[in-house]
Antibody, heavy 121, light 106 residues
């Protein structure tokens, strides 16, 4: 059974940094990508980005609002992906989700329970 | 970037009704489309991937169809537990944009 768990959320001030972790089990992590998403309070779902897996793993894609500020990485030895969020803005306040296995093609995947990130002074 | 437009934004239906939600892409996305269900306060749940493949464990009253730029999510017989917001999401080339959501009420 595929399991996905986010951790690392919390309260941070604008301009500061925060790192989320996405720990997985139940599949061959190195062969697949991981997607990141967020949902601001009362708003719809927003795709944040993803990192590929497999032979050409490590390619990253980002949504325009976070490009240049957020970085997705992975540690295959730990079956874990990371979302490094720098230069945080109040608009980044949201529940952040990761999902795996994830890819360019639409496929079956499992979402984590989410991690709340609050950016406020 | 490819835009994803869902319709309607909200709808109200009765138990037992057949409900259809549509999602239109501004360009051809082949079958790179997923449908999600999100109940209030809950994690989004994947219903359909590859435009028409039912995620294991999802009731068979849910079905997806379409390819190219026009897609449909159908609930064949609406149940009270289907009250939720439904989202489509494109895959393929980035960004993997979501539709704006369709709020379904009984």
């Amino acid at each position: 059974e595929v399991q996905v768990v986010e951790s690392g959320g919390g309260l941070e001030q604008p301009g500061r940094s925060l790192r989320l972790s996405c720990t997985t089990s139940g599949f061959t992590f190195g062969d697949f990508g991981v997607g990141w998403f967020r949902q601001a309070p009362g708003k719809g779902l927003e795709w944040v980005g993803f990192i590929t897996g497999g032979a050409h793993g490590g390619t990253t894609e980002y949504a325009a609002p976070v490009k240049g500020r957020f970085t997705i990485s992975r540690d295959d030895s730990k079956s874990t992906a990371y979302l490094q969020m720098n230069s945080l803005k109040t608009d980044d306040t949201a529940v952040y989700y990761c999902a795996a296995p994830y890819s360019y093609a639409s496929r079956s995947c499992v979402w984590g329970q989410g991690a709340l990130v609050t950016v406020s002074s | 970037d490819i835009q994803m437009t869902q319709s309607p934004s909200s709808l109200s239906a009765s138990v037992g009704d057949r409900v259809t939600i549509t999602c239109r892409a501004s360009q051809d996305i082949y079958i790179y489309l997923a449908w999600y269900q999100q109940k209030p306060g809950a994690v989004p749940k994947l219903l359909i991937y590859g435009a028409s493949t039912l995620q294991p464990g999802v009731p068979s009253r849910f079905s997806g169809s379409g390819s190219g730029s026009d897609f449909t999510l159908t609930i064949s017989s609406l149940q009270p537990e289907d009250v939720a917001t439904y989202y489509c999401q494109k895959h393929g080339n980035a960004p993997h944009t979501f539709g704006q959501g369709t709020k379904l009420e009984i």
